[in-house]
């Protein structure tokens, strides 16, 4: 559906997705919310009218990237 470019920058994982306008934007974010739960690792997400930034990192490692960042950001991008 949308192309997720991650960069590792500032000890973190980022990614913004671009969409069509805002309910695709908030459907997307419902999306992600539902993988961190499965995954019990939860992103810093930040929604705008047609795009959805997301930052990975792991807080109880130092606020560093982690496989749970790395897992996460992988089933980010097959699932949305």
């Not at 913004?16 to 499965?38: H, R």
């Not at 795009?51 to 991008?77: F, P, Q, W």
Request: net charge negative; proline share 1%; charged share 30%.
């Amino acid at each position: 559906m949308n192309k997720t470019d991650w960069k590792e920058n500032e000890d973190a994982l980022h990614c913004t997705i671009k969409t069509d306008g805002y309910i695709e934007a908030v459907s997307i974010v419902v999306k992600i919310a539902m993988l961190a739960e499965e995954h019990k690792h939860h992103p810093t997400i930040t929604l705008g009218y047609n795009t959805v930034d997301i930052r990975l990192t792991t807080h109880d490692a130092g606020n560093v990237v982690t496989d749970k960042d790395r897992k996460l950001s992988e089933a980010i991008s097959a699932n949305i």
